[in-house]
């Protein structure tokens, strides 16, 4: 069983560049994850779906960010008119559901971004 | 919000040693995990925990599930310079009806260097 991947695992762009990530889940993982996480800083929820249904999305996913998971495998993250402030490491996991309804969430590699 | 506060901030300690680091909130968890993550990776699943009391060994790895549910506890024996890493704690919580919330709030997380 292979692990999260995401692709690229770096990017460096422009500020006011459009960008896109992609994750893939373990497969048979319902749930997907997407985190932010800068330098010195642990990982901050973005927004997750389970199967294709995008659940929550937090506060800190303005309307440049937008996430899709159309057929319930792969998911992807776009961010349009990139800004210096979106410089960090996007974090992607996936999970299943386990004993007691718990879900234990895996993480991928990442993406780099740097914005200049 | 919830927040997580994690101490200590760093550790320096020789080979050979044991190491205890903490995690600490103001409001309650229902599920507490900790995470290792080496520079440019992913947070790798170390630990998880499901009930308020128990205490979960892997490998040379313990970590304890605080009785008010506010905390939690990471204890790492005899180390060896591959313990070298960032240690995260991370707590969730559950929707009403039991069914597990997604999201997970991180730590800030605890350095860990390990003297040959």
């Known amino acids: 069983d292979t692990g999260v991947s995401q692709n690229p695992r770096h990017k460096i762009t422009k500020r006011g560049q459009n960008v896109t990530f992609r994750c893939d889940p373990i497969?048979?993982?319902?749930?997907l994850y997407w985190y932010r996480q800068t330098l010195g800083q642990g990982p901050e929820f973005l927004t997750y779906?389970?199967?294709?249904?995008?659940?929550?999305k937090s506060r800190l996913l303005s309307d440049r960010f937008s996430a899709e998971r159309p057929k319930g495998s792969f998911s992807t993250l776009e961010i349009q008119r990139t800004e210096q402030g979106d410089s960090a490491m996007y974090l992607c996991?996936?999970?299943?559901?386990?004993?007691?309804?718990?879900?234990?969430?895996?993480f991928g590699p990442g993406t780099r971004l740097t914005v200049t | 919000g919830q927040q997580l506060n994690q101490s200590p901030q760093s550790m320096f300690i020789q080979e050979g040693e044991d190491v205890s680091m903490n995690c600490t909130s103001s409001?309650?968890?229902?599920?507490w995990l900790w995470y290792k993550q080496d520079p440019g990776e992913g947070p790798v699943l170390l630990i998880a925990?499901?009930?308020?009391?128990e205490l979960t060994s892997n490998g040379r790895l313990t970590a304890q599930f605080g009785i008010t549910r506010k905390d939690s506890f990471l204890n790492i024996s005899a180390s060896i310079p591959s313990d070298v890493g960032i240690y995260f704690c991370a707590g969730q919580t559950l929707r009403a009806g039991g069914t597990s919330y997604g999201k997970l709030t991180f730590g800030q997380g605890t350095i860990l260097t390990v003297h040959p």
């Open positions: 409001s309650i968890f229902n599920t």
């Open positions: 497969s048979e993982h319902n749930r």
């Open positions: 779906f389970q199967n294709e249904a995008q659940l929550e």
């Open positions: 996991a996936s999970s299943f559901p386990g004993t007691s309804g718990t879900y234990e969430q895996y």
């Open positions: 925990l499901y009930k308020a009391g």
